[in-house]
């Protein structure tokens, strides 16, 4: 992911800080907000949140039960405006079920591996250090990488370094991996990591950072379920804005920024036939998209904190009835769907094709 996964790390710092408060700031603003950071992880986005906008309430949602007591320890001072809620972010209906909360005025989702995750070893997501396979982010369930990679059909195993980890050599590092498999179960990342490695032509491997990165992208996407829980996250924080309410989302990669456009453009763009002269009530809009397309992090942010290198960021407001109304007036010849947008981006750095990062501050 991004930054080699192996490197020794420095103090954590909150991914686009400055430019998530900027995004979220009018809605945060708004009396009695409440505020869900989707991926606690460390809590550097929510500790800053609740720190400017000493009247919002937040939610704070994580799977994994450590980087909850290392948020509630650091977030013990605004005890009383906090919920934090062990759980993954698609389940935030229940979540607000549970708290007797209609709505929520602003969300912030931080994809990928957390901080804690990344710099703990034996967590198993990083490549470059030797720790046993897991890569799970909520340890007390699931399937480990171990399982996966010793238990997988060949097929579903091509499948899965192919669809999750865009890597074309996918086939070569299978047979390595079952061929290894077949005399001992191969149970470190250090070990798979290798295999990987040599699976790879030697042309190929100089080029794009560790040759293991896509390989382990792919496993801990599996193991985690993250692209089927995203999928149906996005449209659970759409529906759970108020009127006004705003959501940011920084993805790490291709796959899940994919995910994120296809569900927030489905709703800034109208929904009526094309055909028409005006608007059928109920077609328009329900959102405005803040950015144009995905924003990517100044080379400056990128030089105070090497995390940011990929991140790809989508920022959204939910119409009101009179906004989205507004939106259905007569249309002349419109050969695409009209989209609602109010672009106040910054210049941006496009990341190269190698990079990917991590997120949950």
Do not use: W
């Amino acid at each position: 992911m991004g930054v080699d996964m192996g490197e020794p790390r420095g103090a954590h710092v909150p991914v686009l800080l400055e430019r998530c408060l900027e995004l979220l700031g009018p809605a945060l603003a708004r009396p009695g907000a409440v505020h869900v950071d989707f991926t606690l992880g460390l809590g550097g986005h929510a500790e800053a949140v609740l720190e400017r906008f000493p009247d919002v309430t937040l939610i704070g949602l994580d799977r994994d039960t450590e980087a909850l007591a290392h948020s509630r320890h650091r977030l013990a001072r605004f005890a009383e405006r906090t919920h934090l809620v062990h759980a993954v972010y698609h389940e935030l209906p229940r979540v607000l079920a549970e708290l007797d909360l209609p709505a929520i005025q602003s969300g912030l989702f931080d994809l990928g591996v957390s901080s804690l995750q990344l710099d703990e070893a034996d967590r198993g997501f990083a490549y470059a250090q030797d720790a046993p396979l897991d890569m799970r982010m909520d340890q007390s369930r699931g399937i480990t990488a171990e399982e996966v990679v010793n238990t997988y059909e060949p097929g579903e195993l091509v499948r899965i370094l192919r669809q999750y980890g865009e890597e074309k050599f996918a086939p070569r590092i299978v047979s390595s991996i079952v061929r290894e498999r077949a005399k001992q179960r191969i149970v470190s990342t250090q070990r798979l990591a290798e295999l990987v490695k040599d699976a790879i032509p030697a042309a190929a491997r100089r080029t794009g950072g560790n040759p293991a990165k896509r390989s382990f992208q792919a496993l801990r996407i599996e193991v985690n379920g993250e692209l089927e829980v995203l999928e149906s996250a996005i449209p659970a924080a759409l529906d759970a804005l108020s009127p006004a309410g705003r959501l940011v989302v920084m993805s790490y990669q291709s796959l899940e920024d994919k995910i994120v456009k296809r569900a927030v453009t489905a709703r800034a763009r109208s929904t009526g036939p094309i055909d028409l002269p005006v608007e059928l009530p109920g077609t328009g809009p329900t959102l405005r998209l803040l950015t144009r397309g995905s924003e990517l992090p100044s080379e400056a942010e990128v030089a105070e904190n090497p995390r940011a290198a990929s991140v790809k960021l989508r920022a959204v407001e939910r119409l009101d009835e009179n906004e989205s109304r507004a939106n259905q007036g007569p249309r002349a010849g419109r050969e695409r769907p009209r989209m609602a947008t109010t672009h106040g981006g910054q210049g941006r750095k496009r990341p190269r094709a190698d990079e990917e990062g991590e997120g949950e501050a």
